[in-house]
């Protein structure tokens, strides 16, 4: 039997009701593994499993066994548990992306490419997101199985709640392209994200964007949340539009913050996001 998912009650402002077939499996400290059931019950995928002993006491817990996994980037607490997961799973298929520096990946993929997994009732397109690693990608599925209409985003360390990752390897114009790209999606996708960052990222925003009511909203419900230590993550992606200061550089409120960072007006959405980004790198809440 399944057990209950713990993720928030839908209706919270903060959050959106989770998918039906996706659980998070919590590694280290503030990591999520995403699981995803196939259509039987019996097998599953994971995604960015930084982790193999959360990963294989979830699937035994569950009476599940592990069908494929998808890598969104190089970063260790995303693939470190791949060696033991293949150990224990040789059959298992490591989807990941095709310019990757990560070994133990068995199929390579580029933007555009859709990934399909037998049983599973879903096709992943793969996005491209350069920025916090060159490497990075997404994973989009419009639909997962007949349970629930909502599109599912894998977005790894690119997109968080409230927030975007730290860009270590790609230029501010790739980062902020690549979010612009998720951006774009509709805007009942829901962002399955790899950390549960959101209260300290919404504590940044409300000083990028003090005078967004929905942001000082979702800052309440994401606290109701974490009282009872539920996950923030999944969330919708109209509620990122209309919070994540990562996502806003055509608002009004973000502008003039990135103006009064630069000392001048900001000449384009790059320099709008570069410049909160930066200022995000050495923020202390
Ligand atoms: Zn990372
Ligand atoms: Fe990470």
Request: proline content about 9%.
């Amino acid at each position: 039997m399944t057990p209950p998912h713990p993720g928030p009650a839908s209706g919270s402002p903060a959050a959106a009701a989770p998918h039906p077939s996706i659980v998070p499996v919590p590694a280290f400290a503030d990591n999520y593994i995403w699981l995803l059931r196939d259509r039987s019950g019996r097998r599953a995928a994971v995604v960015d499993p930084g982790d193999a002993g959360p990963v294989l006491a979830a699937l035994s817990a569950q009476g599940l066994s592990l069908a494929a996994v998808l890598v969104t980037h190089h970063h260790p607490d995303h693939v470190g548990g791949l060696p033991a997961l293949h150990e224990a799973y040789p059959d298992a298929v490591v989807h990941g992306p095709a310019s990757s520096r990560a070994e133990g990946i068995d199929r390579r993929w580029r933007a555009g490419d859709t990934v399909e997994f037998d049983g599973f009732d879903a096709r992943f397109e793969v996005i491209e997101v350069p920025g916090h690693t060159l490497d990075h990608v997404a994973y989009y599925a419009p639909r997962i199985g007949d349970a629930d209409p909502r599109p599912v985003l894998f977005c790894g360390d690119t997109l968080f709640a409230g927030g975007c990752g730290r860009v270590f390897e790609g230029t501010a114009a790739q980062m902020s392209a690549s979010l612009a790209r998720l951006a774009a999606l509709p805007d009942d996708t829901l962002v399955y994200c790899a950390h549960e960052y959101t209260t300290s990222n919404l504590r940044f925003a409300r000083q990028v964007e003090p005078g967004n009511a929905a942001l000082a909203e979702r800052e309440r419900g994401t606290a109701a949340l974490r009282a009872e230590r539920r996950p923030t993550v999944p969330s919708r992606l109209a509620l990122e539009r209309a919070t994540n200061p990562f996502l806003r550089a055509d608002a009004p409120g973000v502008r003039e913050a990135a103006a009064t960072r630069l000392g001048r007006a900001p000449a384009d959405a790059v320099e709008v996001f570069a410049a909160v980004r930066q200022w995000k790198d050495t923020f202390r809440g």
